[in-house]
């Protein structure tokens, strides 16, 4: 067994590391695609523009360089799935433990997860049961955005797959949106909603995610440790740039300080938590997680091939929860509200 896995580990160019508990690999070694640190990018944001190549000049669709870092350390999270708080960390684990209509896993058949409108009526609503169950001074939840990714054959070979509109893991270590964007974005979209003094509230974005399947082997999801980051340097405010939206979000630097974490061999019941972005600035608050899909070398090659659901939703807390914010600790380009 372990002759394979370093015979795979170094057809891939990967080396690993294994640690076992109970027959249990708890530690693994993986590449990551961090922004490569370029000087324009001290001057000029980094950008993509999300439409076809061929409908811009050449070279115009984007200036974010990113570079493969090796053999960087990703520790399993099985058995200390307590230890890690979304506060602290920017991420911890929650398990799903109702059944039913309103269930994460008995909601919908495997097979609806293909309709897009069905997710969005159906999933939507769960997965704000769920948040409203774990994070219990919430006031209220709204999911806004799910995405569904399925595997391609060809990835990554291909980085988006063989179809544009089939969403592939991301390699690219990110935060999907940065303060200003996100407070530009769900502000307004909150007070369309009918929510009254959103300023006054204090509000955060998180990130449901979880395997449509178990166990998930295959291109799993690694968490970086907000405490292990370096906010003033690791973080680069980005413009993605779509045809109805400019979207700020952060690209990351590489900082062998960096703390990785994953949960292996994840259930469909193992739900994933993370901050994609939290208004509350206390001193040694986690604001933000980063996160990027890997490949595992541990990984078995008849692995399925991934699965996976996730939905961003603005989890609310009461009015004037705002006011004992300190803004101690600001993120790179965040202006005061």
């Given at each position: 067994?372990?002759?394979?896995?370093?015979?795979?580990?170094?057809?891939?160019?990967?080396?690993?590391?294994?640690?076992?508990?109970?027959?249990?690999?708890?530690?693994?070694?993986?590449?990551?695609?961090?922004?490569?640190?370029?000087?324009?990018?001290?001057?000029?944001?980094?950008?993509?523009?999300n439409i076809p190549s061929w409908a811009l000049p050449?070279?115009?669709?984007?200036?974010?360089?990113?570079?493969?870092?090796?053999?960087?350390?990703?520790?399993g999270l099985r058995g200390k799935e307590g230890q890690?708080?979304?506060?602290?960390?920017?991420?911890?684990?929650?398990?799903?433990?109702?059944?039913?209509?309103?269930?994460?896993?008995?909601?919908?058949?495997?097979?609806?997860?293909?309709?897009?409108?069905?997710?969005?009526?159906?999933?939507?609503?769960?997965?704000?049961?769920?948040?409203?169950?774990?994070?219990?001074?919430?006031?209220?939840?709204?999911?806004?955005?799910?995405?569904?990714?399925?595997?391609?054959?060809?990835?990554?070979?291909?980085?988006?797959?063989?179809?544009?509109?089939?969403?592939?893991?991301?390699?690219?270590?990110?935060?999907?949106?940065?303060?200003?964007?996100?407070?530009?974005?769900?502000?307004?979209?909150?007070?369309?909603?009918?929510?009254?003094?959103?300023?006054?509230?204090?509000?955060?974005?998180?990130?449901?995610?979880?395997?449509?399947?178990?166990?998930?082997?295959?291109?799993?999801?690694?968490?970086?440790?907000?405490?292990?980051?370096?906010?003033?340097?690791?973080?680069?405010?980005?413009?993605?740039?779509?045809?109805?939206?400019?979207?700020?979000?952060?690209?990351?630097?590489?900082?062998?300080?960096?703390?990785?974490?994953?949960?292996?061999?994840?259930?469909?019941?193992?739900?994933?938590?993370?901050?994609?972005?939290?208004?509350?600035?206390?001193?040694?608050?986690?604001?933000?997680?980063?996160?990027?899909?890997?490949?595992?070398?541990?990984?078995?090659?008849?692995?399925?091939?991934?699965?996976?659901?996730?939905?961003?939703?603005?989890?609310?807390?009461?009015?004037?929860?705002?006011?004992?914010?300190?803004?101690?600790?600001?993120?790179?380009?965040?202006?005061?509200?």
């Amino acid at each position: 067994m372990l002759t394979s896995l370093a015979s795979r580990a170094a057809r891939s160019g990967t080396s690993y590391a294994l640690c076992r508990v109970s027959n249990r690999c708890v530690s693994t070694q993986a590449t990551l695609y961090y922004l490569k640190d370029l000087e324009e990018y001290k001057t000029t944001k980094p950008y993509h523009i999300n439409i076809p190549s061929w409908a811009l000049p050449p070279g115009k669709q984007s200036n974010e360089v990113s570079m493969p870092c090796y053999n960087i350390p990703i520790t399993g999270l099985r058995g200390k799935e307590g230890q890690f708080t979304l506060d602290h960390n920017g991420f911890q684990i929650a398990k799903e433990d109702e059944h039913g209509a309103n269930s994460l896993i008995d909601c919908i058949k495997l097979e609806d997860y293909a309709d897009q409108q069905i997710v969005k009526e159906r999933v939507r609503p769960t997965v704000e049961h769920f948040l409203k169950r774990k994070i219990p001074d919430a006031e209220d939840v709204v999911a806004f955005s799910t995405q569904v990714r399925r595997r391609d054959p060809k990835f990554p070979a291909l980085p988006r797959g063989t179809d544009g509109n089939k969403p592939q893991p991301v390699q690219g270590v990110h935060v999907d949106f940065a303060p200003d964007g996100a407070r530009g974005e769900l502000e307004e979209f909150l007070i369309t909603r009918g929510y009254s003094n959103v300023p006054s509230r204090r509000w955060q974005i998180i990130t449901v995610w979880r395997p449509l399947f178990g166990p998930l082997e295959d291109w799993p999801l690694a968490l970086l440790d907000y405490t292990s980051i370096n906010k003033d340097r690791d973080l680069v405010a980005s413009d993605n740039i779509y045809t109805h939206v400019i979207r700020e979000t952060y690209n990351v630097l590489f900082n062998e300080q960096h703390k990785w974490y994953y949960l292996e061999n994840q259930q469909p019941d193992e739900v994933l938590m993370f901050k994609t972005f939290d208004t509350y600035a206390a001193k040694g608050h986690a604001r933000v997680c980063p996160h990027a899909a890997f490949f595992d070398p541990l990984a078995s090659p008849m692995a399925r091939p991934r699965e996976s659901f996730e939905c961003q939703a603005a989890v609310l807390f009461s009015e004037g929860s705002a006011a004992s914010n300190p803004f101690e600790e600001l993120l790179p380009s965040e202006t005061l509200p």
